[in-house]
């Protein structure tokens, strides 16, 4: 399938990407912009250079969408070195601070406390906005910088696996913090552990960095990222990402080999990444559109002229509203806004309204559908 092609179609879509470590998210969608034959296309959520995992990313006119699937939780796996902090809190820092390794026993505690509604520093070498200008900018010149802490949420945490200070580069892989419990495994509890391999469901705004930082300062060791990897964004998973099959299982030996040898260049073959990425576009649809957060709004035809114009809309205007039902359940969804399809042809996406009792709120239209 050529560009000239693609440039000729309408490539309002989702597109998920699986990033590659080492990359930063703007260049990974490089490969988007070259396929799709447009420079129309945003992500939701930036992935640190180090980091890797899911990135979902909005062509055309569905770029409207990314601000509000950024606020959508999300899921991590993060393996955490301990005995240093870096001034990034990740492995591309200098060394601002060393400790004595901690106990599996002091950490599996401090693990636990970390959980529910909490407040969080975010790294002071982050995007955050100080004064107009990025809080990482800032340090870079040489300033110093006072970061507001931030109200997060994690859902659920679940350690995954471990390596022992004693043990090489064996490691100790597990369900859940139990299995570290029983009989055969607790001599292991006063043991001191290097790396630690943890799953995090969090809220919007929440930085793995600080988790890391904070749950090794709580454990009396310090601590900072060595990998992170994102798993899902909403309902979206990295499974089905285009180029998800690149990228090296996610342990902590691979993450440290990584570190110790470097990322290397992608030897991009683009009629299969073409095949790949144009197999993974989603049109906006009913079923997309629940698994964005939206209920879905079926706009009368005769009331479609005034939806196109910005004319006031209500609860008349659509012959039927749905909401989603799995909104409360997620957290992460919104259920009072919808997504407007055409009622004869659900495939015609309009735009995205915003319902508060009966009222109606434009947040965006399309154009050119009428």
């Known amino acids: 399938m050529t560009n000239r092609r693609l440039e000729n179609e309408s490539k309002d879509a989702i597109v998920l990407l699986a990033k590659r470590p080492g990359v930063t998210s703007f260049s990974s969608l490089k490969i988007i912009k070259k396929i799709l034959g447009t420079k129309k296309i945003g992500h939701t959520g930036t992935l640190d250079s180090f980091a890797q995992g899911l990135l979902v990313c909005c062509s055309g ?52 406390k970390f959980s529910g509604k909490m407040n969080q520093t975010p790294p002071a070498f982050s995007a955050i906005k100080i004064g107009g200008a990025r809080a990482s900018d800032i340090l870079r010149k040489g300033e110093r910088v006072e970061i507001p802490t931030r109200e997060i949420f994690v859902y659920g945490s679940k350690l995954k696996e471990i390596q022992f200070e004693d043990d090489g580069s064996k490691t100790f892989s597990c369900e859940t913090s139990d299995d570290f419990l029983c009989p055969e495994n607790e001599k292991n509890l006063a043991r001191k552990i290097k790396y630690a391999r943890v799953e995090f469901r969090v809220s919007k705004g929440t930085y793995i960095r600080s988790l890391a930082r904070d749950i090794g300062c709580d454990c009396e060791s310090a601590a900072h990222l060595a990998g992170l990897l994102r798993t899902s964004v909403g309902a979206f998973s990295l499974r089905d990402a285009a180029f998800c099959g690149e990228l090296t299982p996610f342990t902590i030996q691979s993450v440290v080999r990584a570190l110790e040898s470097g990322c290397a260049e992608r030897d991009i073959d683009m009629e299969s990444a073409e095949k790949e990425v144009m197999e993974k576009l989603q049109g906006m649809s009913p079923d997309l559109a629940r698994a964005c957060g939206f209920g879905v709004a079926l706009l009368k035809a005769e009331r479609a002229d005034d939806f196109f114009h910005g004319r006031p809309v209500k609860k008349s205007s659509f012959a039927s509203l749905q909401e989603n039902c799995e909104a409360e359940k997620t957290r992460e969804q919104d259920c009072g806004k919808y997504a407007v399809f055409l009622e004869k042809s659900a495939a015609a996406f309009c735009g995205v309204v915003r319902r508060e009792g009966e009222r109606f709120f434009y947040e965006f239209v399309l154009s050119g559908k009428q």
């Not at 001034?87 to 106990?103: C, M």
């Open 61 to 112: 006119a569905l770029t409207r969408l990314a601000g509000l699937i950024t606020e959508f939780d999300k899921t991590y796996e993060a393996v955490i070195e301990f005995g240093s902090e870096t001034d990034t809190l990740d492995p591309t820092g200098e060394v601002v601070k060393r400790a004595p390794l901690p106990t599996l026993h002091a950490f599996l505690n401090s693990l636990k």
